[in-house]
């Protein structure tokens, strides 16, 4: 009796899943944004941040609706935002500009101290759509920083000096190690025989540094840390590195929608040098200043601009939202990929040729790394939730389509055939005798790629999907310990409570006797 009750809830069960997805979905969609609203982005490190919360707050005090996008993982991802129309407006560096983001377009220069005119760059982007406001004020160029005390131990002073020590140990941020105006370049002109070469985060480079893991980093000429950990930056005497004028990229379209937002974002041309840039890094990860406050500060000394801001909300009303928003990434994908997978799973089965085809389809999947399945993501699906839940949902479907298959391809022959001899047609094997045995192994599937779907989400910060790795991540780039703890933990008790709502699952849908035996 009990055996025939249960077929029957597994339908209305599925059918309320793709309604619960189906309903849900538009929220994750980006919005077609009001025609004069601004939207900002920055990358993921703390002066890009405090220059877009500049620009942010200069375009509300300009009496425009405005909103910043923090945090975007590299150049190409806040680059292709950028161009999709996902962001309007973002600050970025001329050298990166010609040296990473142009690399290859007619007239741009080898790495080397001069750059291209600024005629050249202007005309270069204006056919890809985009504008360029500034200089803003400072050259934020690279450097290869090392500890005093071991500059002055070794004689170190330039550049050229570190070819003879190959001893020493580099921990370089992980884009300057594939940057046309990084590592590459920097290793092939000065010719240095150092192997020992680390890709870093950049903030956790200066950690590194400082405790001796690392002997020379890459750093940013404003970067607070300098000062923070006695640094001595060496002498670029073969001039590799071109200037890093700090610019606004915006879309050219913007001027149609918003002259107004052009024009007050145009005031901020000139009026950041590189001592001002340097002090508010400072405040912001040395002081733990928020930098939001920063460019607050910043905007009503130099410009005379006052922006009410709201007051922050506390603590618990943050993880609550982070949560709703995690949470929105993990089940909408997670649903998907069941209401998909499964049937995948019954197909591999049922055909083992094409089987073995669905299996390696979705295994190859997997071994996407998973920052780069998100950026593949960007051209088709822009930024925010929706890119992140169909990256999470293609890592999904390995573990439920494996355990699937393997549920039923483990089933005794013997039962197949009891039942066929009884009439029973292939769609009712299925449900009352397929299903069921085979439940135990995917609901095996579906919990492992639920608790997979929790940890992988905190990279959704990363494109701006926001969830608990937007702390997370903010904590790193800050050395903030507070903040990464209010992503961190919250994401391990989801992935608990997770694990637990599925052990109350099994009990509902596993037969009582596949249980007492799994047990046995």
Same mark, same amino acid.
């Given at each position: 009796?009990?055996?025939?009750?249960?077929?029957?809830?597994?339908?209305?069960?599925?059918?309320?899943?793709?309604?619960?997805?189906?309903?849900?979905?538009?929220?994750?969609?980006?919005?077609?944004?009001?025609?004069?609203?601004?939207?900002?982005?920055?990358?993921? +490190?703390?002066?890009?941040?405090?220059?877009?919360?500049?620009?942010?707050?200069?375009?509300?005090?300009?009496?425009?609706?405005?909103?910043?996008?923090?945090?975007?993982?590299?150049?190409?991802?806040?680059?292709?935002?950028?161009?999709?129309?996902?962001?309007?407006?973002?600050?970025?560096?001329?050298?990166?500009?010609? @040296? *990473?983001?142009?690399?290859? !377009?007619?007239?741009? &220069?080898?790495?080397?101290?001069?750059?291209?005119?600024?005629?050249?760059?202007?005309?270069?982007?204006? !056919?890809?759509?985009?504008?360029?406001?500034?200089?803003?004020?400072?050259?934020?160029?690279?450097?290869?920083?090392?500890?005093?005390?071991?500059?002055?131990?070794?004689?170190?002073?330039?550049?050229?000096?570190?070819?003879?020590?190959?001893? #020493?140990?580099?921990?370089?941020?992980?884009?300057?190690?594939?940057?046309?105006?990084?590592?590459?370049?920097?290793? &092939?002109?000065?010719?240095?025989?150092?192997?020992?070469?680390?890709?870093?985060?950049?903030?956790?480079?200066?950690?590194?540094?400082?405790?001796?893991?690392?002997?020379?980093?890459?750093?940013?000429?404003?970067?607070?840390?300098?000062?923070?950990? &006695?640094?001595?930056?060496?002498?670029? &005497?073969?001039?590799?590195?071109?200037?890093?004028?700090?610019?606004?990229?915006?879309?050219?379209?913007?001027?149609?929608? $918003?002259?107004?937002?052009?024009? !007050?974002?145009?005031?901020?041309?000139?009026?950041?040098?590189?001592?001002?840039?340097?002090?508010?890094?400072?405040?912001?990860?040395?002081?733990?200043?928020? *930098?939001?406050?920063?460019?607050?500060? +910043?905007?009503?000394?130099? #410009?005379?601009?006052?922006?009410?801001?709201? =007051?922050?909300?506390?603590?618990?009303?943050?993880?609550?939202?982070? =949560?709703? *928003?995690?949470?929105?990434?993990?089940?909408?994908?997670?649903?998907? !990929?069941?209401?998909?997978?499964?049937?995948?799973?019954?197909?591999?089965?049922?055909?083992?040729?094409?089987?073995?085809?669905?299996?390696?389809?979705?295994?190859?999947?997997?071994?996407?790394?998973?920052?780069?399945?998100?950026?593949?993501?960007?051209?088709?699906?822009?930024?925010?939730?929706?890119?992140?839940?169909?990256?999470?949902?293609?890592?999904?479907?390995?573990?439920?389509?494996?355990?699937?298959?393997?549920?039923?391809?483990?089933?005794?022959?013997?039962?197949?055939?009891?039942?066929?001899?009884?009439?029973?047609?292939?769609?009712?094997?299925?449900?009352?005798?397929?299903?069921?045995?085979? $439940?135990?192994?995917?609901?095996?599937?579906?919990?492992?790629?639920?608790?997979?779907?929790?940890?992988?989400?905190?990279?959704?910060?990363?494109?701006?999907?926001?969830?608990?790795? @937007?702390?997370?991540?903010?904590?790193?780039?800050?050395?903030?310990?507070?903040?990464?703890?209010?992503?961190?933990?919250?994401?391990?008790?989801?992935?608990?409570?997770?694990?637990?709502?599925?052990?109350?699952?099994?009990?509902?849908?596993?037969?009582?006797?596949?249980?007492?035996?799994?047990? =046995?």
């Amino acid at each position: 009796m009990s055996t025939r009750a249960r077929p029957r809830r597994r339908l209305p069960l599925a059918a309320g899943a793709l309604a619960v997805v189906l309903a849900a979905a538009p929220s994750a969609l980006p919005e077609t944004p009001p025609g004069n609203l601004v939207r900002v982005g920055s990358k993921a +490190f703390t002066e890009s941040v405090i220059l877009g919360e500049i620009a942010t707050q200069t375009a509300r005090a300009a009496g425009l609706p405005a909103e910043h996008r923090s945090g975007f993982g590299g150049t190409r991802l806040v680059w292709d935002a950028l161009l999709r129309g996902a962001i309007d407006v973002y600050p970025e560096y001329t050298g990166t500009l010609v @040296q *990473e983001i142009l690399a290859g !377009a007619p007239g741009a &220069d080898a790495p080397g101290a001069d750059t291209p005119s600024g005629a050249w760059l202007t005309k270069t982007v204006a !056919a890809r759509g985009i504008g360029i406001l500034g200089p803003l004020g400072f050259n934020n160029s690279y450097a290869v920083g090392v500890r005093r005390d071991l500059a002055t131990r070794l004689g170190l002073h330039r550049v050229s000096d570190l070819r003879a020590h190959p001893e #020493l140990r580099f921990g370089f941020s992980n884009e300057f190690m594939s940057r046309r105006d990084g590592w590459p370049a920097l290793r &092939d002109r000065y010719r240095l025989p150092q192997t020992d070469v680390k890709g870093i985060d950049h903030d956790l480079g200066y950690r590194g540094i400082a405790g001796g893991a690392i002997d020379a980093l890459d750093l940013y000429a404003t970067d607070p840390e300098i000062r923070r950990y &006695d640094l001595l930056a060496l002498e670029d &005497d073969l001039q590799v590195f071109p200037r890093y004028d700090a610019v606004l990229l915006y879309r050219l379209d913007l001027a149609e929608r $918003s002259g107004a937002a052009l024009a !007050a974002l145009g005031r901020l041309t000139g009026r950041i040098d590189a001592p001002t840039m340097a002090a508010m890094n400072a405040r912001a990860k040395l002081d733990r200043v928020a *930098e939001s406050q920063v460019a607050a500060d +910043f905007l009503q000394t130099s #410009l005379g601009l006052s922006v009410p801001r709201p =007051a922050p909300p506390g603590i618990a009303r943050t993880i609550l939202r982070r =949560a709703v *928003e995690h949470l929105q990434l993990v089940a909408l994908s997670l649903l998907a !990929a069941i209401l998909v997978a499964v049937p995948l799973g019954i197909f591999a089965a049922r055909r083992p040729r094409a089987g073995q085809l669905v299996l390696g389809a979705v295994g190859v999947i997997q071994t996407i790394p998973s920052l780069a399945l998100l950026v593949f993501m960007i051209p088709l699906l822009g930024i925010g939730a929706l890119p992140a839940m169909v990256a999470l949902f293609l890592y999904s479907l390995l573990p439920i389509v494996r355990n699937t298959h393997a549920g039923l391809t483990n089933i005794p022959p013997a039962l197949r055939e009891s039942a066929e001899a009884l009439g029973l047609p292939p769609g009712a094997i299925l449900r009352r005798i397929d299903l069921p045995l085979a $439940s135990p192994l995917i609901l095996a599937g579906i919990k492992s790629a639920a608790v997979i779907n929790v940890g992988t989400a905190t990279l959704g910060a990363l494109i701006g999907a926001g969830g608990f790795g @937007q702390p997370i991540f903010t904590g790193i780039r800050l050395d903030n310990v507070g903040l990464i703890l209010q992503g961190a933990v919250p994401a391990s008790v989801l992935a608990l409570l997770v694990q637990g709502i599925f052990e109350i699952v099994e009990r509902r849908i596993v037969p009582r006797g596949l249980r007492l035996r799994e047990k =046995a």
